[in-house]
């Protein structure tokens, strides 16, 4: 366990090796020349040095045992300098991941132990060109190799794709198919039959190695077989997939972040007719304020999955998907409003946000597109809802009205209109066996990932006022802001979820006007339209917040 002491050290330390070594003229020439700085990856993870990796690694294989929180904060900070080095040192966990979950203890001890003392860079090597979303697609072969019919070791033979640090990892596990389906290898980089391709000319994260590589009868003994038992490969994957989704979505935050915070000390300095861009509210409410209200509602949604991480409930996926979803989501479009939000200046390389924004593009993509993040959400909390008979919203909407009741400006009351709309459009969607379209399916994975945050965020505010937040999250808010963030926050996704609801579910077949005039009603739209009352002066308040300036408390407070 790390106490928030040393988190905070570590955080720290990230910063200054960041100031020091990687100002913005240094990542805009190795974007621009598309290098990997490996001398700085290597510092990153050298035991010695930074030693990132370490708080990865669990202690009794030499690491500081680091949680899903503490990787969530050092995930967010490292996307904040660059999503590229961020993905370098990503690479090495997940690459290790399939070990951590499902090695013997002797290939724990021999692979963990060297990544903590000799700071091994690791690859990950799943996807293929035919095998993307759909891994079970694989086609790279693991031949058994026997003596006295007794494996002895693989022949492993295929090509993978997209493989980052593919081109100097050290280390990489391969997924290949053996007799008994998918299975992890650990492939060293000399090993005979092993190479990679050139470096990919990448859209953005261009300072991380992304290359394909190439197994030609590469042999390796039966102890590289992750677990000793083959046909795990899936499983070991998908073990891991909640906390390795939540920490894509802590680049995604950070990455969003890392932009605003550039739009927003810009929009101080920058004179158009005659004040500031901060003081335009046109440009706040539209360019910043309801950024800053969905990368909040996803920091809500990341640490409340990293906290039941770490209390051990599990891999928890599908939170770990709504994580993903919701901040790279956000991510996306916080840096896209940041280059608005600096015009010409925003659309040139010297500003920085035209990077980030290519930078945090792979975050909806990598680790589990945005499409198969909505269709796992989706799938899961559809078998919630039938297994419920249809209340398992309706019930998460009332704990909404009780924390209301105890706390009546978090903003619950709203996330409790959302969740009620939601379990309409749901039974909606059951009773009409509407999940027959894909589209339907995908579309309440979207409105499940933001009507279930919006009840996060409003927990998340609660606790802040009654300051039971845990020690180590990243506040940067206090109570009363929070809670106008959250109830910026739930207002949209409760009109979302009706209006988007209605327009989906309603739209799905051919009815009468009696039939969808019913399921309208469900909705609670007249409610949901009346949340919207304060929302402009919520806005204001957040936008005097975020600009230092002598904020009106907004007159709720929490
Ligand atoms: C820079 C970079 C780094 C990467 N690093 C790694 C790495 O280290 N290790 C590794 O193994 N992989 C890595 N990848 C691969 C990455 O994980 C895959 O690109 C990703 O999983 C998507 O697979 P795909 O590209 O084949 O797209 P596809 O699966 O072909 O998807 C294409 C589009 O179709 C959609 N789609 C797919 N299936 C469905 C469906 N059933 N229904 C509806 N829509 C669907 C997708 O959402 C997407 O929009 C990396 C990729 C990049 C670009």
Known sequence: MITNETLELVLQSLQEFAKEHLPDEKLIELDERDICPMDLVHHMCSPDKLGIQLLFIPEEYGGMGGGAFDVYRICEEMARIDLGVATAVLATFLGSDPITVGATPEQKTTWLSRIAEEGLLFAYGATEAEAGSDLGSLRTIAARVTEDDKVVGYKISGNKQWISNGGVADVCTILANTPAGPTWFVVEKDAKGFGHGKPENKHGIRLSNTAALTLDEVYVDADRLIGGVEGQGLLQAQAVFGYTRLMVAAFGLGAGWAALDRAIPYSMNRIQA????????????????????????????????????????????????????????????????????????????????????????????????????????????????????????????????????????????????????????????????????????????????????????????????????????????????????????????????????????????????ADMAAFEASLSLPAIHRAQAGLISDMDFIADVIYGRAAKRSGLAA
Request: some cysteine; charged content about 25%; overall charge neutral.
């Open 274 to 513: 005659g004040a500031p861009l901060s003081e335009k509210q046109g440009y706040t409410h539209k360019l910043i304020v309801p950024h800053v209200a969905r990368l909040e509602a996803s920091r809500a949604y990341i640490e409340e999955t990293a906290e039941r991480i770490d209390a051990g409930e599990g891999s928890l996926n599908t939170e770990g998907a709504i994580a993903k979803y919701m901040a790279t989501e956000a991510g996306n479009l916080a840096a896209d409003a940041s280059i608005q939000a600096l015009g010409g200046y925003g659309y040139t390389h010297e500003y920085m946000v035209e990077k980030i924004k290519r930078d945090v593009r792979i975050t909806t993509i990598y680790e589990g597109t945005s499409e198969i993040m909505e269709m796992t959400i989706g799938r899961d909390r559809w078998q919630f809802h039938m297994k419920t008979r249809g209340q398992h919203y309706h019930e998460q909407a009332k704990f909404m009205e009780a924390l209301h009741a105890e706390r009546p400006n978090v903003g619950a009351n709203i996330a409790a209109l959302a969740l009620h709309a939601l379990a309409e459009v749901m039974e909606r969607a059951h009773v009409g066996k509407l999940t027959r379209h894909q589209h339907i399916l995908l579309r309440l994975g979207e409105l499940i990932a933001f009507a279930e945050s919006a009840a996060c965020l409003a927990r998340r505010a609660a606790r802040m006022v009654e300051g039971k937040l845990d020690e180590k999250t990243n506040r940067r808010f206090d109570a009363t802001a929070l809670a106008a963030v959250s109830r910026i926050f739930a207002r949209e996704a409760a009109l979302k979820v009706a209006e988007e609801g209605l327009r989906w579910a309603g739209g799905a077949d051919a009815v009468s006007d």
